[in-house]
């Protein structure tokens, strides 16, 4: 799929946009260095310090009096010192570095026989109008991470701040969440096959807990062609990371309904119990001081919540609020006590509950990073994080008797199931990443690789972790001919499950010369799926009326009294569930080439082009039967993948400071946005059911 950018040129007086993040795990510098005549200095040393950490980052000035200092750590303070023989050395302190931004800091040496001290600086630099900015984007630093509320702890609530966002639903610009590529620390954290745009969202929790992040970036207009497979938002965030100082913190947070308001304009609105807790502790320091650091993070959070928002009604009890169908009756004709008692004595098989039954929500998150500084040259990052979360479910109402809007499985103001069919999704996720970030050449050539490891296990079982007897689901309709009640487990949770493996490589490799900085890269992932999922392979009755049930269980029953429906699926193919799974491996393969042009007074220009190209690395499964039917002068082709075509992505951008001074600019561009579609779409063709 591809989504053309129109054209937007914004004049930014007041409101920002923004920082584009150029990279999506580190911050760079850049400037020119002059005398006070305005004569540029090739071979000016700039050091910048990382003060927290020690951690050095050096470079010369060219001969166009430029320098650039690539793969910075984020945040700061920095201590930037710029010196050349001659010259008085010029200090510049409390710097800090927003993620993916390329700070412009530009200085003017004065000459030794100037009667002065060094000069020292202290101050921010204007981070919105900077040169280097082009496309919109927001940008959320650590403090405004820790700062801004956040009841439910999720890292969502905080991009819901983009001016794009479309909610909850991490949706931009109106675009589908499922189009959206999620990194951290560079690596792709997506749920590619695509049943939920996270890792663990089926099961309510993120892939990273909110105190393990540095800083995030949402970018949605990117001009700059390293960053790509996205056509919705392109969400990266960082890890924290260890400094020379020890520190760490624990926390606890809790929420019931005791904190929730029970008055909507003065009338009484109860609110259901549930109880929500969230535990964790940091910790992060030095190994080796100046050299390596640790950074660690373990969180549990947990959430219990009722399954049943319209409880069963009492016989005689108006159904305003209740259940209009099921009662809490013993009569075995009218209430499901009585179904429940009926089942117990005569098949010896216990259905479940039908009240006072909780939703359980668990999610376990571990994170854990290493930073080295292996010289001023070079720096190494790995990164290793866990992800186990599990929640309990309605029972799906796909494939049963829904009889309108208000049917279905679960619980309704019609039905009210047994909790025997419900089930729970447990996502499991573990995920590695190692970053390199080398300079060579006194800082004119730049290398910044990473490569990613990601292992999704998602699967399901019968709510709660209970063995529940396997026998067939049981729909039971009402009064009102809609599903008044389900017993029996959960029709698709039966060897229902999903694996998914990502491996990454992208590398970027930047060369620095007069006028232009030209980067050469490749970003690469590949997949391998093994998705299983046999549906109704137990079988479905409905009954039409409880009456139906119970005369069907008479050994006199008559053929008006069996069920009014009945269907199962089964394996038709050797080797049982697993011989129908999805198993399948696909490739992107990603190629860019940009060019940076500054050599025009007060103007930045950036054209580019990528290229992704999808590759199917398996065979598809083929029947030969259907392929040779004529449909009217039409024919199917089953077993054939879609047309590979490569994906061009030509993008160009630019930034006017209009007055030299950064206080008015004009920035735009247009170009061609290109990403992945979500796997799931292709599974179908690949099983063999």
């Known amino acids: 799929m591809r989504r053309i950018l129109l054209m937007t040129v914004a004049i930014l007086l007041t409101a920002p946009l923004g920082v584009l993040a150029q990279g999506v795990t580190t911050a760079s510098l850049t400037g020119i260095v002059k005398d006070k005549t305005g004569e540029l200095i090739p071979g000016a040393n700039v050091v910048a310090t990382h003060v927290p950490s020690g951690t050095t980052y050096g470079s010369a000035t060219r001969v166009d009096g430029l320098y650039n200092i690539e793969g910075m750590r984020v945040g700061g303070p ?37 009667e002065l001290q060094a000069i020292v600086i202290t101050g921010t630099q204007d981070a919105i109008l900077n040169s280097e900015k082009i496309g919109a984007s927001s940008n959320f630093s650590n403090r405004q991470i820790t700062r801004l509320p956040s009841i439910g702890r999720d890292f969502r609530d905080i991009t819901r701040l983009t001016p794009q966002a479309g909610g909850s639903s991490l949706t931009f610009g109106g675009r589908s969440n499922l189009y959206n590529n999620l990194t951290i620390d560079g690596a792709t954290m997506n749920n590619v096959f695509g049943l939920n745009p996270l890792p663990g969202g089926q099961s309510a929790t993120t892939p990273f807990s909110m105190d393990a992040i540095q800083e995030m970036t949402v970018s949605l207009s990117p001009y700059d062609v390293r960053q790509g497979n996205f056509t919705g938002a392109g969400i990266s965030a960082i890890t924290r990371s260890g400094t020379n100082e020890l520190s760490g913190s624990a926390y606890y947070f809790f929420r019931s309904q005791s904190f929730a308001g029970t008055k909507i304009d003065g009338v009484e609105s109860p609110i259901p119990d549930f109880n929500f807790k969230n535990y964790g502790i940091r910790l992060g320091g030095p190994i080796i001081k100046d050299k390596l650091f640790f950074f660690v993070n373990a969180e549990i959070e947990t959430r219990s919540d009722p399954f049943y928002t319209f409880p069963v009604r009492q016989t005689g009890e108006a159904s305003s609020s209740t259940n209009t169908q099921a009662t809490d009756d013993e009569d075995p004709a009218t209430g499901m006590a009585g179904l429940r008692n009926f089942l117990i004595n005569t098949y010896g098989y216990d259905p479940g509950v039908y009240k006072d039954f909780s939703r359980a929500t668990e999610s376990k998150r571990y994170v854990f990073r290493l930073d080295y500084n292996i010289s001023q040259n070079h720096k190494l990052m790995l990164r290793g994080n866990i992800t186990n979360a599990f929640q309990d479910q309605f029972p799906s109402g796909s494939g049963g008797f829904t009889g309108g809007p208000a049917g279905g499985r679960g619980n309704s103001n ?42 999704m296990r998602d699967f399901r079982q019968n709510a709660g972790g209970l063995d529940v007897p396997d026998i067939a689901t049981v729909d039971i309709l009402g009064p009102n001919g809609q599903n008044m009640t389900t017993f029996g487990p959960d029709p698709f949770t039966k060897n229902n499950k999903l694996d998914q493996d990502v491996i990454q490589f992208n590398d970027n490799f930047t060369i ?34 409880l009456s139906d049930f119970y005369a069907d269980a008479d050994p006199a029953t008559t053929a008006a009294q069996r069920p009014a429906n009945y269907n199962i699926q089964y394996v038709s193919v050797a080797g049982g569930p697993d011989a129908t799974a999805a198993k399948w491996n696909a490739l992107q393969l990603g190629f860019f080439a940009q ?69 008015t600019q004009i920035r735009g561009g247009t170009g061609i946005l290109t990403g992945r579609i979500p796997f799931v779409w292709l599974s179908n063709a690949v099983s063999n059911n």
């Open 414 to 455: 019609n039905v009210l199931s047994f909790s025997s069919s419900f089930y729970r999704i447990n996502n499991n996720q573990y995920s590695g990443t190692l970053e390199l970030n080398s300079t060579f050449g006194g800082g004119k050539f730049v290398n910044n690789l990473v490569v990613g490891y990601t292992a």
């Open 595 to 663: 060019d940076v042009y500054k050599g025009i007074k007060n103007l930045t220009i950036t054209g580019g082009l990528r290229v992704d190209v999808p590759v199917y690395l398996s065979d598809l499964p083929r029947n030969n039967y259907v392929n040779s039917i004529n449909f009217n002068g039409e024919k199917l082709r089953v077993g054939g993948w879609p047309e590979v075509r490569p994906l061009f992505s030509p993008r160009i951008g630019f930034n006017f400071d209009a007055n030299g001074d950064r206080t």
């Open 512 to 545: 620095y010369m007069k006028d232009h900085t030209v980067t050469l890269g490749t970003a690469n992932e590949y997949y391998r799926f093994n998705n299983v999922f046999t549906q109704v392979v137990n079988g479905n009755y409905r009954y039409n009326s």
């Open 78 to 114: 920095y201590t930037i010192k710029v010196s050349f023989v001659g010259y008085k050395e010029q200090v510049h302190e409390e710097v800090y570095l927003e993620l993916g931004q390329t700070m412009v800091l530009n200085y003017d040496l004065i000459s030794e026989a100037t």
